[in-house]
């Protein structure tokens, strides 16, 4: 299991982040500055989303964490949800045979109890096929929010430690959340202008960087990634210290 930022000092901290974390805002915006229906940004996203794993995987990143779809997009107009979820069956169904040949691992994180039985077995017919590739990790959140997350985890925790239910830890729960598997983020990038997390993994952002970009989601490539990881170099990582103690410590 990975420490937490809250506990202890991270002493590993990389010139490239280990996990990055990502809003990938502005697909509608993108279709409608170009007089396009809003589901045309949503597919020009999937190529963007394509080049920013492949650019990740290249720069040594172990971790890509993606926000595809909130608890709260289901607030959306019911035709753009329907093709949301038939744009999720099939980047599953013709992504995960190439993911798997350039041994990344696949995860789905969020509440699965409103996708159809093709789609969930899909997912862990994907997951399953790349369980044990060892390069970059990308997971997808899909009918996820980080409140949710947190409330499951407590259930999850306590349906196996009732003992635990007039005092618990940190360390009780951890084990329990959707991302347990990774460390914490150390760079969150949002495109599309807005400055919110928006109930996005909000137990592992405690320590992130977060640094947003006006540039709509499916303009984003490798060079706007690379910038994103310039400025992530230019920040001062102190966990809750000052700066004199980084720099007694060099």
């Not at 109890?113 to 862990?124: C, Q, S």
């Not at 996820?144 to 196996?160: C, F, P, Q, S």
């Not at 983020?185 to 947003?212: C, M, V």
């Not at 970009?213 to 990582?237: C, N, Q």
């Amino acid at each position: 299991m990975f420490s937490s930022s809250t506990k202890e000092v991270p002493q590993d901290i990389a010139a490239v982040p280990r996990h990055i974390a990502v809003i990938m805002d502005g697909n509608g915006r993108w279709a409608k500055k170009r007089m396009m229906p809003r589901v045309f940004g949503h597919k020009r996203g999937v190529e963007a989303l394509r080049d920013t794993v492949r650019a990740c995987d290249a720069l040594g990143v172990g971790y890509l964490t993606v926000f595809a779809f909130s608890n709260e997009n289901w607030r959306r107009p019911q035709d753009e949800v329907s093709f949301l979820m038939g744009l999720f069956l099939k980047v599953l169904s013709g992504e995960v045979s190439r993911m798997h040949e350039k041994n990344i691992r696949l995860k789905i994180v969020g509440n699965r109890e409103h996708f159809g039985p093709e789609l969930v077995a899909l997912i862990d017919a994907a997951e399953e096929k790349t369980a044990a590739n060892t390069g970059l990790t990308l997971s997808i959140a899909a009918d996820y929010g980080g409140r949710w997350d947190v409330i499951n985890a407590t259930h999850k925790m306590l349906a196996e430690h009732p003992e635990l239910s007039t005092c618990f830890t940190e360390d009780d729960l951890s084990p329990y959340l959707a991302m347990a598997y990774a460390p914490e983020p150390d760079l969150f990038i949002r495109t599309g202008g807005e400055q919110r997390i928006s109930n996005f993994l909000l137990w592992q952002l405690a320590y992130t960087e977060l640094y947003f970009s006006d540039m709509l989601w499916p303009d984003f490539d490798r060079k706007t990634l690379e910038v994103a990881i310039d400025w992530y170099h230019g920040r001062e990582r102190r966990f809750g210290r000052i700066s004199e103690q980084l720099q007694s410590s060099c």
